[in-house]
């Protein structure tokens, strides 16, 4: 009996296996790589990016030096897994999801280093959540990080989700390359939404695990990403702590990310926990629409957002295993 066979046998007599949903990989098709060049400048750099209040701007700067952590295990653990994966699309699929998180990380890190001069912490936050990561997440065994890429990956999508359905929050601020470089991420986090979960479904399957995984980055995105954005502003102008009109400003900032009408994370509550569904699937919160939407509005050649800064699209080829 081969190894894949055993792993088979034992994986249909777990528990809630029968409620498993994984793609159709013929219907899904291959998944590019887009390559661009946005030659970030600090001068140009918006402290005030998201809909001009600082404290909300703050929770995207912090998850953006956060999330390039997050994005190295994702790509560790895609690649380690790929080697086990038989289905030529889900390969390749796996094999573009690595490309494109790899190029997020790259640009996020560029945009990070143009955070410096403007005094936010980033030496500090990296220093943390590397050490975080290098003792906790990248030491846990592979279905766990399994698991967990999946876990990262739906919090991403339900982001992305939530960011196509307020486009007009982009247009806040002059910061075209701010802009540029979100509006990609989160086309490219709801293009590949599905690929980590259907990895997982496809090796492991467990439900209690794929929980654990869920359980482990909610705390590290709400809890970790949310208290390095509430210290951010304090940490870059101690004298925010006892300005007024800061505080005036707070109370907007904290309903923009946890207001349950149209809150970053409280109007999505609903989405995020659907994953505790046994039949969950991410492609069950449709956005193919937004998606068909979002590339012509990114990527026409003659009037997209991304078309100044892009450079050239790959797409990985089919292989059969
Ligand atoms: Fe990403
Ligand atoms: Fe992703």
Redesign the pocket.
């Known amino acids: 009996m081969t190894v894949s066979t055993l792993q088979h046998a034992i994986i249909k007599k777990l528990p809630l296996r029968k409620h498993i949903k994984i793609s159709d990989f013929v219907s899904t098709g291959t998944m590019p790589i887009r390559h661009f060049n946005f030659n970030f400048d600090a001068k140009t750099f918006d402290d005030r990016f998201y809909l001009q209040k600082e404290w909300a701007s703050a929770y995207f700067f912090a998850l953006s030096i956060f ?1 390039t952590y997050g ?1 190295e295990l994702v790509i560790e653990t895609a690649r380690y897994h790929r080697d086990f994966i038989t289905d030529p699309i889900l390969k390749q699929r796996v094999s573009a999801l690595i490309g ?2 790899a190029l ?1 990380s790259k640009f996020h890190n560029e945009y990070n280093d143009i955070m410096k001069p403007h005094h936010l912490p980033v030496g500090l936050y990296r220093f943390l959540a590397e050490k975080v990561f290098e003792y906790t997440f990248l030491k846990f065994p592979q279905p766990l990080k399994l698991s967990m890429m999946a876990g990262i990956e739906h919090f ?1 999508a339900v982001l992305a989700e939530y960011m196509m359905k307020h486009e007009d929050h982009f247009y806040h601020s002059d910061d075209e390359k701010a802009r540029a470089l979100w509006m990609w ?1 989160m086309l ?2 709801s293009e590949h939404k599905d690929v980590a979960y259907d990895v997982y479904q496809t090796l492991s399957g467990n439900y209690w695990l794929r929980i654990s995984g869920f359980a482990i980055a909610f705390v590290t995105i709400l809890g970790g990403v949310s208290l390095g954005s509430l210290l951010l502003p304090f940490l870059r102008k101690p004298s925010n702590l006892v300005s007024l009109s800061f505080w005036k400003e707070a109370k907007s900032s904290a309903s923009l990310l946890f207001g349950y009408e149209n809150g970053v994370f409280g109007s999505t509550t609903g989405h995020i926990f659907d994953y505790f569904r046994p039949d969950f699937h991410p492609n069950d919160h449709d956005t193919t629409a937004y998606l068909k939407y979002y590339k012509e509005k990114l990527l026409h050649p003659e009037t997209g957002v991304l078309t100044p800064f892009f450079v050239k699209e790959f797409t990985p080829a089919v292989r059969a295993a």
């Open positions: 999330l994005e494109q998180e997020h991403t991420h490219e986090e």
